[in-house]
Nanobody, 123 residues
């Protein structure tokens, strides 16, 4: 079956960088679009970035220029590189998958979901 497993979260100081990993199994990245979302305490899931099966990318304006999404076909993994981290970037980060060349707008509209990895930006 399809599984998405996130990793790479942790504690980081403001201004620091982290790379998050979304390891995908059970389906090739040629056949699944992968999105990254985060959920801050008490808030809804917020879409950050998505890479479609055709490798085109969509980014949320507020993180564009600080965050980058890339796809590694050899590892069947999608990365989220986060730079210049701020306190407000703290949250539980999830990846989600949709088996077509399309990135749904909302987290609940994806077909597959990971369990999340915590990112805490703190001094």
């Amino acid at each position: 079956q399809v599984q998405l497993v996130e990793s790479g979260g942790g504690f980081i100081q403001p201004g620091g960088s982290l790379r998050l990993f979304c390891k995908v199994s059970g389906i090739s990245l040629d056949n699944v679009s992968i999105g990254w979302f985060r959920q801050a305490p008490g808030k809804d899931h917020e879409g950050l970035a998505c890479v479609r099966t055709d490798r085109t990318v969509g980014m949320r304006d507020s993180v564009n220029g600080r965050f980058t999404i890339t796809r590694d076909d050899a590892e069947n993994t999608v990365y989220l590189d986060m730079n210049s981290l701020k306190f407000e970037d703290t949250g539980l980060y999830y990846c989600a998958g949709e088996p077509r060349n399309y990135c749904p707008l909302y987290y609940s509209q994806f077909t597959f979901w990971g369990q999340g990895t915590q990112v805490t930006v703190s001094s």
